[in-house]
Structure formats: C-alpha cells, structure tokens
C-alpha cells in the first residue's frame, strides 16, 4: 500500500478504513465479520483507522480496542469527541469545551486500550463555544503525551485559521466525493495554503455512487440512509444519473465505480487520504485496490465535468445532522 503525509508528519497508508458501519448506522452489527475485515485491512497495508466515541455510542472505540489488544499491529488511530450521546439514544449535543475534551480523550484511550492517539478530531464544531478555548485545551492534551496530533472535522476555512494559529492543525476530515465538492471552494486551499492533509469521509456517497441503491426500500430500518433527504425516494431517481456517469467511466476505465470515485481523490493531490468505510471484506479488497488505478488529467477533467453538470437533490444530513457543520 502506498503511503501520504498529513500535515507536517503523520505518514499513513494512502486509503484508511472508516469503521463508523461497523457499530451502528448502516444496519446491524455482527463483530466476529468486523474483526476479519480489520485484519484483512492490515494484510492489505491499511494502517489508518477512523472511529469517534460517538459511534455506538462507546462500541466503536471498544471494538478497536479487542482488536489493538489481540493483533497488536502498528496501526495510526483517528477518534473524535465533540458529539455527545446517550447509549441507545440518537438524540445528540455538541461539547467542545476544554474539560470535556480531557474527560472524553482519557475515555476514548480506556476504551482504544492505547497511551496515545495519533490523531485527535473535534467532530463538529459548536459556534457557542470559542475554538481558540477548545484548541487550547486539546494542546494541553498533546503536551501530556495523551493525543500526538490534532484534527477538526466539518469545519469552515475562517474557524479553521483561527484553530491553527492557536496549535498546528494536522488534519481536516469533511464530507468529500464526486456529489460532495463544497470543500473545493474555500476549506481544501485553506488546508493547503496552511500545510494541512485532508481526509475525505463518505468518499462513495455512502455507498450511492457504486450504483448499489435504486430506490429507497434498499434500506433498512437501522440504516441511516433511508432519513437522510439525498435518500429519499424523488432525490434517489435524480441523483442515480451520477452514479451512472460514473458506471460508465468505470466500465470503460477497468475498475468498478467504487475504485474509480476513490482514484479521483487520490489524484486530487498527495495530501488527500480518503477512509471509506465497510464491514465487508469484499468491499475492503475493492477499495484498497483503487491504489493502483491512475486517472489521466483528461479522464479527471471528464469525470468532474460530467457529474459537475447533474445537479444533486437534498442536503447531506437533516436539519439536527446539520448542526456543527461549516461552523
């Protein structure tokens, strides 16, 4: 697996691996599957891990941590803290204050089974409170050896410069894929003009852009998907016509939709590591495999040209999902 730099020094394997789907949200969970797709992600040379306290609530970071304890390899770990829940409860907060970050931070290492985390995120921003307070409070965690590194997720360029100039910015990570280019106007040049990696989520539209959904019974009741506005049944007849776009590129490319839409990030710069997320390991070997597909600047200007032109129906989250996002 290839490697990229974020920030000043944190190499990782070029693709990481979102493990939110693995505790909640896409359907049930089955840990024993889990747990093979983790070290099949190890044998392929993925050593990024993405999680966040919130997902489960708590049984993301736990599972990671059975894991960590019994492969033992030498794998980078991303959590976040910010988004408050209450076990079995979907209804949320936001908590950015410095003490809230060391009470989460040292519960997120209990969990993880860890004596430091690698790369630390506010998961979403809460305007109420000043980011120069949260940021402080979570240098002082890097002071303590507790977190090595620090990231901010779903944050605006304005908050974001006002972050870094308070502890260095290692990371941003926000929604980026072929239907979600917002970051391309002021964030994605922000980070570069500061010397900050970028870590795309949801870089397959949640799946939407393999082609995989046609129409919203696809999901389940567990599934997350089926309350979100770009998966409703109107918005989902519209927004096939980019995974179609894609389809056809990917046919004519070689690869399957999925390694193509991950190629494009790729090649939208060294600095980028996208961390689709899966609990299946057919899913896992096809993303890994992306590594080795090259977009030509003429196939890269096709594909952005081609589904730059098709507008997508329906916000990324609901009103309350919204909430923290571009603060």
Same mark, same amino acid.
């Given at each position: 697996?290839?490697?990229?730099?974020?920030?000043?020094?944190?190499?990782?394997?070029?693709?990481?691996?979102?493990?939110?789907?693995?505790?909640?949200?896409?359907?049930?969970?089955?840990?024993?599957?889990?747990?093979?797709?983790?070290?099949?992600?190890?044998?392929?040379?993925?050593?990024?891990?993405?999680?966040?306290?919130?997902?489960?609530?708590?049984?993301?970071?736990?599972?990671?941590?059975?894991?960590?304890?019994?492969?033992?390899?030498?794998?980078?770990?991303?959590?976040?803290?910010?988004?408050?829940?209450?076990?079995?409860?979907?209804?949320?907060?936001?908590?950015?204050?410095?003490?809230?970050?060391?009470?989460?931070?040292?519960?997120?290492?209990?969990?993880?089974?860890?004596?430091?985390?690698?790369?630390?995120?506010?998961?979403?921003?809460?305007?109420?409170?000043?980011?120069?307070?949260?940021?402080?409070?979570?240098?002082?965690?890097?002071?303590?050896?507790?977190?090595?590194?620090?990231?901010?997720? @779903?944050?605006? #360029?304005? %908050?974001? &410069?006002?972050?870094?100039?308070?502890?260095?910015? !290692? /990371?941003?990570?926000?929604?980026?894929?072929?239907?979600?280019?917002?970051?391309?106007?002021?964030?994605?040049?922000?980070?570069?003009?500061?010397?900050?990696?970028?870590?795309?989520?949801?870089?397959?539209?949640?799946?939407?852009?393999?082609?995989?959904?046609?129409?919203?019974?696809?999901?389940?009741?567990?599934?997350?998907?089926?309350?979100?506005?770009?998966?409703?049944?109107?918005?989902?007849?519209?927004?096939?016509?980019?995974?179609?776009?894609?389809?056809?590129?990917?046919?004519?490319?070689?690869?399957?939709?999925?390694?193509?839409?991950?190629?494009?990030?790729?090649?939208?710069?060294?600095?980028?590591?996208?961390?689709?997320?899966?609990?299946?390991?057919?899913?896992?070997?096809?993303?890994?495999?992306?590594?080795?597909?090259?977009?030509?600047?003429?196939?890269?200007? @096709?594909?952005? #040209?081609? %589904?730059? &032109?098709?507008?997508?129906?329906?916000?990324?989250? !609901? /009103?309350?999902?919204?909430?923290?996002?571009?603060?």
């Amino acid at each position: 697996m290839q490697q990229r730099t974020l920030g000043a020094d944190f190499l990782t394997s070029a693709i990481g691996l979102g493990c939110m789907g693995m505790s909640e949200f896409y359907g049930p969970r089955e840990d024993s599957e889990s747990l093979r797709v983790l070290s099949r992600a190890v044998e392929l040379g993925i050593n990024f891990l993405d999680t966040a306290d919130m997902y489960g609530p708590h049984h993301n970071e736990e599972l990671i941590g059975r894991f960590l304890a019994d492969q033992k390899p030498d794998l980078k770990i991303a959590t976040k803290f910010g988004i408050v829940r209450n076990p079995g409860e979907y209804s949320r907060s936001l908590n950015n204050s410095a003490a809230y970050a060391r009470e989460a931070c040292e519960a997120s290492l209990r969990r993880l089974g860890v004596e430091q985390i690698d790369l630390y995120y506010a998961h979403r921003i809460n305007p109420d409170q000043p980011i120069e307070e949260t940021i402080e409070g979570m240098s002082r965690l890097v002071k303590d050896g507790k977190v090595a590194r620090i990231g901010l997720c @779903e944050v605006s #360029a304005e %908050t974001l &410069r006002r972050a870094h100039a308070v502890h260095p910015i !290692t /990371a941003v990570q926000t929604e980026y894929s072929l239907w979600t280019r917002d970051v391309e106007r002021d964030v994605l040049p922000t980070c570069r003009e500061l010397g900050i990696g970028f870590v795309p989520y949801a870089p397959l539209g949640r799946g939407f852009l393999t082609g995989r959904f046609q129409s919203a019974q696809d999901f389940g009741a567990e599934d997350m998907r089926s309350n979100l506005p770009r998966f409703e049944s109107e918005a989902i007849r519209t927004n096939g016509r980019i995974a179609e776009v894609i389809a056809e590129m990917a046919d004519r490319k070689g690869c399957t939709s999925a390694q193509l839409c991950l190629a494009w990030l790729l090649s939208k710069g060294p600095d980028i590591v996208p961390i689709p997320g899966t609990k299946q390991l057919r899913y896992l070997e096809e993303n890994a495999a992306a590594v080795a597909i090259k977009l030509t600047s003429g196939e890269q200007q @096709e594909l952005e #040209a081609s %589904t730059a &032109r098709l507008s997508v129906i329906g916000e990324r989250y !609901t /009103a309350e999902g919204m909430k923290g996002v571009n603060a």
